[in-house]
């Protein structure tokens, strides 16, 4: 491709009015000036895709997945189509087009599908004919010819896909605010904004609830180098985070980042036999049915029998209380509970590889406001915490205090390499 390459994305809330879409519009009329070529992913209207849930919902209680990505896919063409007409309207040459028209191949696990290739022959000759291309995030079709979503904030992950496969020169993900922060700023208000995010970083807070963007699109950048641009789709002259590799050269902070994550769950299933093969069949049946577990205890066993606790995303709750009230039966576990009222506690940052301490002084800080843990897990570069929901802000805030995140602003050095060509992902 002669010209270089931008691909931006914008979320619901950045298109959640015609005001909005016609901001949007000209915001992509002033990046055109510029000479470069422009695919703009987007996501349905604000609400749009909560809204044909619900209706799914009142007509099934358990709607099939295949319907719901055939219902839920329409928000993104709705919100394609219309930015197309606002472009074109201003004179710009632009182009609709939804997830099987940009030849985006995904498996078959509706609701939750995973991109396999993009075939963008015909994108890259519209691109080529001066047209700016305007694809339906979130959607691609499977060997069938069936419609499939990639998950909630998919539209994330078709953008740095379609980057990918177009090798564009950047990713930028335009949305409701301005870059990735130290904490939510709506939670702790001295929160500052991050210049620069290693992917490691990045998806370490996106996995533990920063929702800023969907993990999966962390992962397909860091697999392929893209670098990701999260700016506000309002403000004009915005520098955003930019998510990169590492410079091996820089010192990394010791702590990035804190988060909570209130849209977890525990279930707890109490004396199962310790025997080997007893985990196997609890989280088999909850793999099968695509239910993520996240931290995993296992109590000291006493007298041949142990409790077992787990924690997995809160939307998923209901459908693996039934399947672990089965198991349960199965196993002979006395007795399966769950708790909705947590939250996890999330500290990362990349330094944490080369200093000692963080976890401890988590600990001690926690402690001194009187915050019980209730479950613990590490890695590399995070320690969580699971605590009670209600303890979220005074935790997050005690610890964005601690570790001086408000007044140390932290310099890296950003390393923006060219994208590399996709082959299937
Ligand atoms: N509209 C979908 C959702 O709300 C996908 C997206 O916004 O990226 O999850
Ligand atoms: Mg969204």
Same mark, same amino acid.
Do not use: W
């Given at each position: ?69 055939? !219902?839920?896919?329409? *928000?993104?063409?709705? %919100?394609?189509?219309? +930015?197309?007409? @606002? /472009?074109?309207? &201003? ?58 979503? !990639?998950?909630?904030? *998919?539209?994330?992950? %078709?953008?740095?896909? +379609?980057?990918? @496969? /177009?090798?564009? &020169? ?58 990701? !641009? ?77 409790? !077992? ?117």
């Amino acid at each position: 491709m002669s010209k270089s390459l931008i691909v931006q994305k914008y979320g619901g809330t950045s298109l959640g009015t015609l005001e909005r879409i016609e901001c949007v519009a000209d915001r992509i009329v002033k990046l055109r000036k510029t000479g470069v070529d422009i695919v703009v992913v987007v996501s349905a209207m604000a609400g749009e895709t909560d809204k044909l849930l619900k209706m799914a919902r009142s007509l099934s209680k358990n709607p099939a997945r295949r319907e719901i990505d055939m !219902l839920l896919s329409s *928000g993104e063409r709705i %919100s394609s189509a219309l +930015l197309t007409l @606002a /472009l074109q309207s &201003r004179g710009i040459p632009a182009l609709s087009m939804t997830g099987r028209q940009i030849g985006l191949q995904t498996d078959s696990t509706h609701t939750r599908a995973r991109i396999k290739s993009i075939d963008a022959q015909r994108a890259r000759k519209m691109l080529k004919e001066n047209h700016v291309i305007v694809v339906a995030g979130f959607q691609g079709i499977n060997e069938e010819g069936d419609v499939t979503t !990639l998950g909630r904030g *998919g539209s994330d992950t %078709s953008a740095v896909a +379609l980057a990918v @496969a /177009l090798g564009a &020169r950047q990713c930028e993900i335009c949305t409701d605010v301005d870059g990735v922060y130290t904490a939510d700023p709506r939670l702790v208000p001295q929160a500052r904004r991050l210049d620069v995010v290693s992917y490691d970083e990045m998806l370490e807070m996106a996995s533990l609830g920063a929702k800023v963007l969907q993990i999966r699109c962390v992962e397909f950048a860091h697999k392929y180098k893209m670098p990701l !641009l999260v700016k506000s789709s309002f403000k004009e002259r915005d520098k955003g985070t930019l998510i990169c590799e590492e410079d091996p050269k820089m010192e990394q902070p010791v702590v990035s980042g804190i988060m909570c994550d209130k849209n977890q769950a525990k279930i707890t299933l109490k004396e199962v036999p310790d025997q080997p093969g007893i985990a196997a069949n609890i989280f088999e049946p909850l793999a099968s049915a695509s239910i993520s577990v996240d931290m995993i205890i296992q109590n000291v066993s006493e007298q041949g029998h142990t409790d !077992l606790s787990f924690t997995l995303e809160r939307e998923e709750l209901n459908e693996a209380m039934v399947i672990m009230k089965k198991v349960a039966k199965k196993i002979h576990a006395t007795h399966v509970s769950s708790d909705a009222k947590i939250a996890k506690l999330s500290i990362v940052g990349a330094g944490m590889r080369s200093h000692a301490g963080v976890a401890a002084q988590i600990f001690k800080t926690l402690s001194a406001h009187k915050i019980n843990i209730l479950m613990i897990s590490t890695s590399e570069i995070k320690v969580s915490c699971i605590i009670e929901q209600k303890n979220s802000k005074l935790a997050v805030t005690a610890l964005h205090d601690i570790f001086k995140l408000e007044n140390k602003p932290v310099k890296k050095n950003a390393k923006n390499k060219t994208a590399k060509k996709m082959s299937a992902v």
